[in-house]
């Protein structure tokens, strides 16, 4: 079962896709928040290529682990996309991601300008993983 991560922004939304097996994410586009919203023909082709089964989306909390004041918005556009897309939709804290993106795109020797177009995907890519990881973990628990 393939699992989506969609780092919501304001302006674009990172896209991050995990194997089938759930146990490694990759970062897969970048798109317009407005796309994504409505899902248009191109988040409908990402969709359609990926085939995911559950949406997982980052939640902006505080250091001290409470919802950030764009939590509210994050939650009401990914529920959007949840019912227009007729998939289940979770949040995993995204905390740190966006930082820890630009500095591992900053460790390829990626310029500033350069890095905008890739961060929000490896963002989500991130928290995706760290979620997959601790589905993994619950998982050997039971």
Same mark, same amino acid.
């Given at each position: 079962?393939?699992?989506?991560?969609? +780092?919501? &922004?304001? $302006?674009?939304? &990172?896209?991050?896709?995990?194997?089938?097996?759930?146990?490694?994410?990759?970062?897969?586009?970048?798109?317009?928040?407005? @796309? $994504?919203?409505?899902c248009a023909r191109t988040f409908r082709r990402v969709l359609d290529d990926w085939e995911p089964q559950l949406l997982v989306c980052g939640l902006p909390k505080s250091l001290s682990g409470d919802e950030g004041p764009q939590a509210k918005r994050i939650?009401?556009?990914?529920? !959007?996309? /949840?019912? #227009? *897309? %007729?998939?289940? *939709?979770?949040?995993? %804290? !995204?905390?740190?991601?966006?930082? @820890?993106?630009?500095? /591992? #795109?900053? =460790? @390829? &020797?990626?310029? !500033?300008? =350069?890095?905008?177009?890739?961060? %929000?995907?490896? =963002? =989500? /890519?991130?928290?995706?993983?760290?979620?997959? %990881?601790?589905?993994?973990?619950? +998982? !050997?628990?039971?």
């Open positions: 079962m393939r699992v989506m991560a969609l +780092d919501i &922004g304001e $302006v674009r939304v &990172g896209i991050a896709i995990s194997d089938p097996a759930r146990k490694v994410a990759s970062p897969v586009a970048v798109l317009p928040a407005v @796309e $994504v919203k409505s939650r009401a556009f990914a529920r !959007e996309v /949840s019912s #227009l *897309c %007729d998939l289940p *939709c979770i949040f995993a %804290d !995204e905390r740190l991601s966006s930082q @820890e993106a630009k500095r /591992s #795109l900053r =460790a @390829e &020797g990626l310029s !500033e300008k =350069a890095m905008r177009g890739k961060v %929000d995907m490896v =963002a =989500a /890519s991130l928290f995706l993983q760290a979620w997959l %990881d601790s589905q993994a973990t619950q +998982d !050997e628990r039971q």
